[in-house]
């Protein structure tokens, strides 16, 4: 219960001056860049968890595609700050991915362990963290990059996808810091709109990550509330699943295969429903027909590479 819910003197506005009011909108923008930097983030572990068990199924075998053996996504976070703890509620409540097989780095584990889950493991290594992950998100400041790199660099698997929200650190000098090209960062931008306030009721992930409303809002093709995310991100994704395929020594009909069939069955992705609306709606149907496109001339497999038409490899 609010107690100073209608008490207008008490509320965080009242004390602002005219020229901070004219900031308010930063509020609406950062409540949506968390909210869809989540959703995104909880998708993506779905499908790639989602294809996974499609490979176990399909091949019958689990010491390709699983770090543990069967076939269990290892998502890993680093760093526990406002970011992290919300990404780890939307793991939590969005995904099928038990948290068993989330693991934790951050500086301070002693701080947050009270409020995690039993299996939910919180240590300080990110080495540790990084030679275990399939899939690590960097939830760090800018400031502590360079010195998480240097600690990830050469313990990463090349099978581990690196997911970072870091601000102002292109891919391109992430993957150098890391020596590593297997990386996914969404990038953000905005323009004015008249609806950026919808972000304003996400001030709880969780209750906000049952809201149809701003759940369609997030879809990544149609995003709302005046938040774009780059079409490069999409093609990301898609390069991710098919080096999953292609980790497993599956072939590029194959590949295309399973991750046609993974979009087309919305029972994949409880919880997702605007993210993953009917067979051939807009999200759906664009993600179906991109990765039909990925297997025409502009992409082929090639020794277990996925190559442009000039025979360039793809590195995301």
């Known amino acids: 219960m609010d107690v100073v819910a209608g008490l207008s003197s008490l509320s965080f506005e009242s004390e602002l001056t005219e020229d901070e009011k004219k900031l308010l909108y930063l509020r609406a923008r950062s409540a949506g860049l968390t909210f869809c930097g989540c959703a995104h983030a909880a998708f993506v572990c779905q499908l790639l968890h989602s294809l996974r068990c499609s490979i176990k199924s399909y091949t019958g075998v689990t010491q390709s595609v699983a770090s543990a053996g ?81 600690d990830l660099r050469s313990h990463l698997s090349k099978r581990c996808l690196v997911y970072s929200f870091t601000s102002a650190v292109p891919v391109t000098r992430l993957a150098h810091l890391l020596g590593h090209d297997f990386i996914i960062k969404p990038q953000y931008e905005f323009v004015p709109c008249d609806t950026e306030d919808l ?63 993974i979009f087309k069955e919305k029972g994949f992705f409880p919880g997702f429903h605007s993210l993953m609306p009917k067979q051939k709606t807009h999200h759906c149907y664009t993600f179906y027909q991109a990765a039909n496109l990925c297997s025409s001339a502009s992409l082929h497999y090639t020794n277990h590479t996925w190559r442009d038409h000039s025979n360039n490899s793809v590195t995301i």
């Open 199 to 261: 972000w304003l009721s996400c001030c709880h992930l969780t209750k906000a990550l049952t809201d149809p409303f701003l759940i369609e809002a997030s879809c990544p093709l149609t995003i709302k509330g005046g938040i774009t995310l780059s079409l490069n991100w999409v093609c990301a994704v898609l390069y991710s699943l098919m080096n999953v395929c292609t980790s497993a020594s599956l072939g590029s009909t194959e590949t295309i295969s399973l991750i046609n069939n």
């Open 70 to 150: 069967n076939g269990d996504l290892g998502v890993g976070i680093l760093g526990m700050g406002r970011l992290g703890k919300q990404l780890l509620l939307g793991l939590l409540e969005k995904t099928s991915i038990k948290p068993s097989y989330i693991k934790i780095s951050t500086r301070n584990p002693g701080s947050v362990e009270k409020s995690l889950p039993a299996e939910v493991e919180c240590f300080f290594n990110n080495r540790r963290l990084a030679a275990w992950a399939d899939v690590m998100f960097l939830c760090c400041l800018p400031s502590h990059l360079p010195k998480i790199c240097r």
